[in-house]
């Protein structure tokens, strides 16, 4: 009885409610693997294990918790999703032999959690960026990207915006693409990353005064957003400019509170050595 009791209480939490849900927001994903060790293995807390392996880096072994997750319960489009990411990233470091086979699956997962809930917007995000950076023969396609994208309009018209905004931006469209990057950051006023996802743009056209000042009105709206940090620093480091800068903000970020929606700080690592530690 009593372990009836402790399987139900844990199918009832929310994921918040999960041992290891505040360790994972705080990206200390080793932390919330050892509180979660005798937790029921249930679709949620399958789910969260598989999150903290993708934030250590361990991708094959996130892929087989998710797939895992998938079994307890084949419904969730979340579980579907986060397999999709995992696959992707695996599909990154592959070999030439191995990586379409695990773009393919990549894309599958993508679709599936789609199908599963047509109102995911991370899913329909990651599946846009899929179409558009796959080839035709695995799945991907500007005009795939574009139905998807249409999608967003009732869902997340800020995110509808910057979807078309890549979409021309892959079209080499660059008033097009400037234009829907404006319109997502006026859509969305209080969210600093639009100014900066706006910002980046500017800089990859080497336009580098609007983008500074464009970055300078994403830290105005939020002074403690350590992705407009990271986000600054990696554009200057791409641009090879104000290295200095550069350096002073991953050192920054790196030292931040950090949640897994922002960059791991392996990337920042790695971006800080680029420039020049």
């Known amino acids: 009885m009593a372990l009836f009791l402790l399987v139900f209480a844990a199918l009832c939490c929310s994921a918040a409610d999960l ?6 927001r705080a990206t200390r994903y080793a932390e919330a693997l050892s509180a979660l060790r005798d937790a029921p293995a249930t679709s949620a807390v399958l789910l969260l294990r598989g999150k903290c392996h993708y934030g250590l880096g361990d991708f094959k072994r996130a892929q087989e918790t998710f797939e895992a997750a998938i079994r307890a319960d084949a419904n969730s489009s979340e579980a579907w999703h986060w397999l999709g990411k995992a696959f992707g990233k ?5 070999s030439v032999f191995s ?66 905004a890549r979409i021309a931006e892959k079209k080499k469209d660059w008033a097009a693409a400037e234009s829907h990057y404006r319109k997502a950051s006026e859509l969305a006023p209080k969210q600093a990353g639009r100014a900066a996802d706006l910002a980046k743009f500017l800089a990859r056209r080497g ?16 002074p403690a957003s350590p992705g407009v940090w990271f986000a600054r620093a990696e554009s200057l ?14 050192e920054r970020y ?24």
Request: aromatic fraction near 4%; charge should be neutral; charged fraction near 35%.
């Open 254 to 277: 790196l030292k931040a509170p950090l949640t897994p929606e922002d960059p791991p700080r392996a990337d920042a690592e790695k971006l800080l050595k680029k420039a020049g530690r």
């Open 19 to 24: 041992p290891g849900a505040p360790s994972y």
């Open 237 to 250: 480091s791409e641009g090879k400019r104000n290295l200095a800068e550069a350096r002073r903000l991953l």
């Open 207 to 222: 336009r580098v005064a609007e983008s500074d000042a464009e970055f300078a009105r994403a830290a105005s709206i939020d």
């Open 90 to 94: 695996r599909a990154e470091s592959a």
């Open 99 to 164: 990586a379409p086979g695990l773009a393919r699956r990549c894309r599958q997962a993508f679709e599936k959690a789609v199908e599963l809930d047509g109102r995911n917007v991370l899913a329909i995000n990651d599946l846009i960026e899929y179409s558009l950076e796959a080839p035709g023969f695995l799945g991907g396609g500007d005009d795939k990207a574009a139905a998807l994208a249409a999608r967003l309009a009732a869902l997340d018209p800020p995110e509808h915006e910057f979807a078309r």
